[in-house]
């Protein structure tokens, strides 16, 4: 059974930075495409960025580009997302998650796997 769990959430001041991990187990984690998603209050659950299995190709929101970034240590089943510059527009539960099928994709109902999330606030 696969499991993800998502550490590294907290309370910024704006500006600030923020790195969250998702540990993955269950199956081999390198062979699947991994993305990070995150719903505000109200809002609907959107993706923030995607990785490939091979950490080569990756997709960023473009509410996100140039401040955060997606990447994996496959040796440690673990995928990351570093956020810098956060503003509090980012205020949001994040959520790891995965698919159940080898391939890439950035669309929210291909991801099959969720991870419990983590709360990101960002003070003004």
């Known amino acids: 059974q696969v499991q993800l769990v998502e550490s590294g959430g907290g309370l910024v001041q704006a500006g600030g930075s923020l790195r969250l991990s998702c540990a993955a187990s269950?199956?081999?984690?390198?062979?699947?495409?991994m993305g990070w998603f995150r719903q505000a209050p109200g809002k609907e659950r959107d993706v923030v960025a995607a990785?490939?299995?091979?950490?080569?190709?990756?997709y960023y929101a473009d509410s996100v580009k140039g401040r955060f970034t997606i990447s994996r240590d496959n040796a440690k089943n673990t995928v990351y997302l570093q956020m810098n510059s956060l503003k509090p527009e980012d205020t949001a539960v994040y959520y790891c998650?995965?698919?159940?099928?080898?391939?890439?994709?950035?669309?929210?109902?291909?991801?099959?796997?969720w991870g419990q999330g983590t709360q990101v606030t960002v003070s003004s």
């Open positions: 998650a995965t698919k159940k099928t080898i391939g890439w994709s950035t669309q929210i109902y291909d991801y099959n796997y």
């Open positions: 269950g199956r081999t984690f390198s062979t699947y495409a």
């Open positions: 990785i490939s299995w091979s950490g080569v190709t990756t």
